[in-house]
């Protein structure tokens, strides 16, 4: 039953509130190994489903547009004095919507269309937002793109340097959504100033891990600092803008009015009761054994003859390509969904077939160790996914799927009693 419980959606509304405990269902059944999801606590959850929706509060506490606000404003503040404390920062705003509008804002705060920008290239590890092609980012700026090393599938900085010294890029994106190792931010933060380029650090994948001591801090060198919430964080879906208080005007104007109008309160203090949860000592223990479990699920998957790509992991994240084991990742993908384990086909670096049939898979760890899963359980979760992706028939497949319900029905998750 879905926690907290739907009773008026249920009354008013029983498709709704049907597919809605379909979907809790299916998440208190599956092994979630989405590198970007996670499951969030009661408490962020009830804060989603607030009165707080119901309200207008364009512009920033103390200076909004709307009358109201007496219980708003301390919301915010209240967030934004969390996020400043766990994170180290001078400046931080809570009301981007998600990852890709905080990005977006980072672009309009410090850049004009047609100037260079440099990210990290989608197909190598990095967000769309990044200046990919397809994206608006790589549209209206002139991007140009690093990669990483076909050897060893890491990023080169001689290589991010010698692109940098010669394209002279204004921002320097670094960070992405399928780096398994960790980002040298000291690095980066070096050729940015030689370039004199500002380094924006996305650590929407690694909020979590950074906020639990797990990964080295962007913060002292990178300028700007992009995350979502609801990844590692642990938070509901949103986003955060963080930086030194020299770009604490631009990056709120491009947010409002620049990019966006009324925040949604209602994720705003979800946010901070996120913060607060990550504050906590015991989410430096939850940070530490996503990282455990990355790293003991990556042995297991190499004992079994798997591809990792870079050979394995650094943090909560690991891509694996199944070009040795003659399948797909989109085929392998379904059949992992049906034996209960849920994760996502992806493109590896120098992939050679299209992204929407590549030869990868991507797994994280977060939303298995909040459901309790240490690293006792991985080698059993390589075995599964070993056999399911080796699997000629639906029968062996669906066997995999009842022992990962038998498994996970000692696991409780928080929203689903
Ligand atoms: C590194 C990175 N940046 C930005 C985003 C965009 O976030 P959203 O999907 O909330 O727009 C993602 C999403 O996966 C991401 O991985």
Redesign the pocket.
Known sequence: MHQPGIPHLAAADPQVAALVEGEARRQFEKIRLIA?ENYVSAAVLEATGTVLTNKYSEGYAGKRYYEGQQFIDPVETLAIERAKALFGVDHANVQPY???PA?LAVYLALANPGDTVMGMALPAGG?L?HGWGVSATGKWFRSVQYGVRKDTGRVDLDEVRALALAERPKLIFC???AIPRTIDFAGFAEIAREVDAVLVA?I??IAGLVAGGAHPSPVGHARIIST?THKTLRGP?G?MLMSDAEFAKPLDKAVFPGLQGGPHNHTTAAIAVALGEASQPGFRTYAANIVANAKALADALLARGFDLVSGGTDNHLILIDLSNKGVGGKPAAKALDRAGIELNYNSVPFDTRKPFDPSGVRLGTSAVTTRGLTVDHMPRLAEWIDRAVAAGDDTEIDKIAAEVRELLADHPMPGWV
Do not use: K, L, Q
Request: no cysteine; hydrophobic share 10%; proline share 0%.
């Open positions: 970007s998600s990852g890709s990005n967000h937002t960070g992405g959504t996305d929407a994948h979502t879906r986003a």
